[in-house]
Each structure stands twice: as C-alpha cells, then as structure tokens.
C-alpha cells in the first residue's frame, strides 16, 4: 500500500462528504432506504475505493482484483454512490435505487451491477462467503485480498460465528473483517437488543488479530488496514467505531434513523447539512 | 354475486374500504389473544415494529423477548417453550422465518410436535422497493410440504385478526404468512373464519371456472369475477385461506361444479396453493387449471402494484387466465 499523503488524505475526506451527499439523496429520491448506515460508512468507503483496493472499475470481473463482500446488504446505497463515483457506472443511475426495472436493487444482488460480489440483505452470511472468496484464493495461489464489511447487529447472527471460527481454523490472513461498530440496530441499541461486548475479546478468544480503529479518521482507519496487510498467520478484525448518521446532527447516533423515511423538511435538513458538511462551508456551489 | 353467507362488505368494488394490511391484522389480534390467555409469549428478532409486536409488547413486557437478528435461535427458544406449556409466537419475515431457519422448524418445532405459531411477514412481492431478497415467494411450499404444519395465508387485515386469534387455540404448529403492504379490507367483522374450511364468497349461476386465491389478491379475484359477470362468463370466487389442511370436501364440490380453474397467489407457481390444487385435482378430479403466480423467478425492487402487474397477479390477468382456461375446457 502506498503512503498516505496529507493531500489524499484530505481527498479521502472531500470524497466521503460527496458520497454521502449522494446516498441520502438517493435513499430521499426512492422514498425509501436505510439512512444511518451508508453515512457512518462513508469514510471507509471512500478509503476502501479510493486508495486501498486493488481493482480497475472498467474490468470489474479482473481476475486478481482485491474483493470488497458488503455483508450488512441494507448500507448499499453508500456502496452504489462509491461505485458510481469510482467509476463502475454512470453517477446519473444513482437516482433509479430501488426503483422498477433499476440495476440498483434495494439490496445488493450479485451481477445486477458491476462491482457487487455478492447477494446480501439477509444478514449475517457475508463473512462466511467471504471465508469460500478468500479461500479459493489460497488453493489458487492468487494474491488478491479479500475484504468484508459487516456490521455490529449481524453479530447476533449464528452463522456469522460459524464463519468466525473457520477463518480462524484456516488462518485466512488474505481475509480483512471491518465491523461497524456503530452500537444501533433496528430495536434499539445492541447493547440493549443483545449485548456484544466484549467483542474485541470475543474475536481474540477465536484465533484473530483485532485492531480498533476510529471509522471517521481515515489515517487510523488507513493504519489499521496496512496493519491488518502485515499479519501473516491469523485473519484480521478492524472494529471500526463509527457514528451512525454520521454528517447530520438530528440523525447521529439514533437508532430510530436505521431506515426510517425522511419528511420532507428532514430532507432539505440534512442534505443540506451534508452539502456544507454542518456549515463549515458556506457557499452552496463549494 | 356475492355469497350472502361470506359476509363480504357488498360495497367493495368502489374503491372506497378500508386500507390495512395483513401484518397490522395481526398486531391487533396478538394483544387480544394476549390479554386473553397468560401462555401466549411473543419472541421477535430485531423486527418487532415491521412485525407489529410493538403493541404486545409495550402491553406485556414480561411475555416479549427480543432475540437480536438470530433467527436460529428463535425458532429453538420457541420449541422449548411450546414444549412446556407456553404458546409462543415467533415473528420475523418470511425469507428469514421459516426461510433461514428451516431446518430448526421443521427439527425441533414440526417433528418435535411443539405448539410454536410461525409469523412470516413481508411474504410476496408486494414487499416493493427493498428487492427479492427480502420478498418471500417460497414459503407457502416449504412450510405446507412439512409434516403437522398448519399453513393459513390471510385475505386482509381483519381476516389477519380471526386467523391469529384461531391459531392460539389450536394445538400445534402453524405457519402464519402476512404481508407488508396495505390492501383493501373486504371481509367484515361478521365474515365466517375457520382454520382448514374454504369461504366461497362469490357465485355466479352455473359457473364455468372456479378462482381460487389466498392472501390480498383474493380481492383481484373478486374484481374480475365481477367484470367477468358482465362479459356473461359466471365463476366461483374461493378464499382459500388454509393451505394446509386443505378444504378438500368444499374444494371438489366447486371444481365438480365448475369443471376448470384459475389459482391466484403471490408466490411461485410451483409448491403453493396452485400446486396444492393441481395435487387434489389430479387425485380426484381433472380439470384445466391456469396458475397465476412466479414463473420460478425471483421478484425485484419496485412499486407493489407495478410488480403485482409484472407478475400478472390482478385482475385483469385473472380475467384473461380464465378465457384461456375457458379454451380448454371440452
Ligand atoms: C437474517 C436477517 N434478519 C433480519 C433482517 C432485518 N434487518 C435489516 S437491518 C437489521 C439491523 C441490524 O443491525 P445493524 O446491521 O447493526 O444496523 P445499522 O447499524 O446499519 O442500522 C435487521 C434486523 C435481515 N436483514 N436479515
Ligand atoms: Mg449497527
């Protein structure tokens, strides 16, 4: 991986605040969508898409390209607008989400569009599909890195474990896990629903490497990954503590904002919060 | 006409009922049945508002448990539970339960003989924008090909209700299969509901095709079977909301009466009631049968109604799957 210059770095961040700009309005244009997710993943997207993998949009089916698998199927409007963005399709096919007849299901499906991995929506399998992606890469003696995100409210989910255990068995060290940790799901806070900490202490205790990371600084986030790169016996877990609804002040870190449909006026709130990044830029036409 | 006995609100081609859904039926039936019987315990998985159990739940805190997004573990809880006197209700959406958790159902719920009611909501794909993963159009099959499962697919919301209330007095396992969309409450307070017996609830004079349907697009049938009354083609109208055990004894009576059938369902053609019908049938009684249903397909994101067109669920579909039905009778 290369070095992160303050100049990218500072990229990175104009790019996250882009992408989130375009994933509330898509979710806002489709009437509906999940909101809190896509924007506490953006700066992870953005550094995922735009310095750390190894891929070429116009071959998204190369061979050797590193592997991004979304587990938690329902962020996906982060992952279309960084697709759109880095180049995979046209940006102005961002506003069919969810729509009849759009390549942009309302949650990912594989071969619906390029760039997709795999199916997901139905949480908790993404890891265990990523363990068959990383996996064929080894009997293959391919140098591709597979990457997973997922998210904290899929950890209640069995097979997730499951999936857990056999990297850890297989010492899948061309796997990269990066959990959101951003404490909500749908019923309220996961240490209310069903509590998971310790959870760095849980993925020690099955054979990986953890690191913890700050989801919104990407240097951390960045440092974290050339760490997790360097480990050569175990799979890497980065808990990358995020803010859900990251960008917008009346949406961070409540859960009701999982999915829940903008009034009208909430949308020109946010999008508008989002487009001078909460003031700081005041002109409109930055 | 409309069966008097059905009780079916007679206005209900004017557009003008009442808008719920099947999911909402539920939520109301849930805390009747809860304030009525201290056994009933209601388990969710991280749903418990698109599941409307978010009333039983602020009214009986103590019989709520709330499981996180694990499935699995919900349909198990739940056996045990069923096996030491409780009656839980585990509620999710139909790709996940029974869709993910299959063989827990069938293992320790259906074999197990625990007395554990199945909620699958968002189940079709009226579910809309959120795409097929999350559109069940499977389950009626996999959940009515198991040994001892009861399978109720209700009409409308108020149907919803009856049906929840009936299913906490029955003994052993059942299938309860809702959906997300509001549609038109046609059937009344009034209207006759009973696990395992089919409501013929519109009769023309000698009948040439019987339509059969579970779920919200019974009332489609019911639309065309009015257009096709006055186009001079008389049919049978039959809610079939139990899948399982099925009607048979009403259900010969109609196809002897009518001598070809049209089966109508948000599901795919194969497994589900058409599937169930072309068995009786073919056991029975031959006849033509079109069915109305997926192709085997998957749904896709969009508007509800545009993907009940695209799927040729409503009722101008009915009305032409009955002419080709017609065709073919001798
Ligand atoms: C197997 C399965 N069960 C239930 C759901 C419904 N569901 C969608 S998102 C979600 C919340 C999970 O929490 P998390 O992913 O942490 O939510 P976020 O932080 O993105 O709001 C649930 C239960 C699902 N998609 N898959
Ligand atoms: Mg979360």
């Known amino acids: ?23 509330i309005k898509m979710v806002v244009d489709a009437g509906s969508g999940h909101v809190a997710g896509p924007l506490g993943m953006a700066d992870i997207f953005a550094a995922l898409y735009f310095f750390i993998l190894q891929h070429d949009p116009k071959h998204p089916e190369w061979a050797d390209r590193d592997r991004l698998v979304l587990s938690n199927g329902h ?28 390549r942009l299901q309302g949650h990912p499906h594989r071969g619906a569009l390029p760039g997709i991995e795999t199916t997901s929506g139905p949480l908790g399998s993404g890891l265990s599909q990523a363990c068959g992606i990383a996996l064929a890469g080894h ?5 591709y890195h597979t990457y997973v995100v997922t998210s904290d409210g899929e950890h209640d989910c069995g097979n997730h474990w499951e999936a857990v255990m056999f990297a850890g068995k297989y010492r899948l060290h061309n796997l990269t896990l990066i959990v959101d940790r951003n404490n909500i799901q749908i019923d309220g806070m996961t240490e209310d629903v069903m509590p998971l900490e310790p959870l760095a202490k849980k993925y020690e205790s099955f054979n990986w490497h953890v690191i913890e990371c700050d989801g919104h600084n990407i240097r951390s986030f960045v440092e974290a990954v050339a760490e997790a790169r360097a480990i050569y016996e175990r799979p890497t877990v980065i808990i990358a503590h995020t803010i859900p609804g990251k960008g917008v002040d009346f949406m961070e870190y409540d859960f009701r904002w999982h999915s829940r449909p903008f009034k009208k006026d909430e949308a020109i709130k946010a999008l508008a919060e989002l487009r001078t990044l909460k003031g700081r830029i005041t002109s409109e036409h930055q | 006409m409309l069966s008097k006995a059905s009780k079916v609100l007679p206005n209900f081609a004017k557009g003008t009922l009442t808008m719920s859904s099947t999911r909402d039926g539920f939520g109301k039936g849930i805390v009747e049945l809860g304030t009525k019987d201290k056994n009933i315990v209601a388990l969710c998985a991280d749903l418990s ?44 959406y139909a790709t996940f339960s029974p869709g993910r958790n299959y063989e827990q159902i069938r293992t320790t719920i259906a074999y197990g003989k625990s007395n554990v009611k199945i909620i699958g909501s968002h189940a079709g794909v009226s579910v809309g924008p959120d795409g097929a993963t999350h559109q069940a159009t499977e389950d009626i099959a996999i959940m009515r090909v198991m040994p001892g499962i009861t399978v109720v697919v209700p009409a409308d919301a108020e149907e919803a209700r009856k049906a929840t209330l009936a299913l906490g007095s029955l003994k052993g396992p059942a299938y309860l ?12 307070e009034s209207s006759p509901f ?32 009015k257009d096709l009354e006055k186009e001079g083609i008389s049919v049978i109208v039959v809610n079939c909301h139990t899948i399982k055990p099925l009607d048979e004894v009403t259900l010969l009576k109609v196809f002897k009466k009518c001598g070809a059938l049209v089966t109508i369902e948000e599901h795919q053609r194969a497994g589900g009631l058409g599937g169930a019908l072309a068995e009786l049938t073919a056991r029975f009684y031959p006849i033509p049968i079109e069915s109305l249903g997926l192709p085997d397909r998957f749904g896709e994101s969009g508007p509800p109604s545009d993907l009940l067109a695209l799927f040729g669920l409503s009722s101008p579909h009915i009305i032409s799957a009955t002419h080709s039905v017609l065709k073919r009778k001798k």
């Open chain 1, 75 to 102: 962020i996906c409007p982060i992952q279309y607008a960084t697709l759109a963005y880095a180049g995979y399709f046209p940006k102005k096919e961002l506003m069919t989400l969810r729509r009849f007849g759009s």
């Open chain 2, 49 to 92: 508002e698109s599941t409307r159990l978010d009333d039983f739940k602020k009214n009986f805190p103590d019989r709520f448990f709330e499981l996180g997004v694990a499935e699995q573990n919900m349909a198990a809880i739940a056996a045990g539970l069923g096996l030491s006197g409780k009656i839980p209700f585990i509620a999710s």
């Open chain 2, 177 to 188: 299969r809702l959906t997300r969309e509001k549609s038109p409450v046609f059937t009344s």
């Open chain 2, 194 to 225: 009973k696990i395992g017996h089919a409501e013929i609830i519109w009769e023309g004079e000698s009948p040439s095709v019987a339509l059969v349907a579970c779920g919200p697009v019974v009332f489609e049938a019911l639309l065309a079977a």
């Open chain 1, 139 to 143: 009997l293959d003696k391919k140098r």
């Open chain 1, 1 to 23: 991986m290369n070095l992160l210059t303050e100049k990218k770095e500072q990229e990175l961040t104009e790019i996250a605040a882009t992408l989130r700009y375009e994933a």
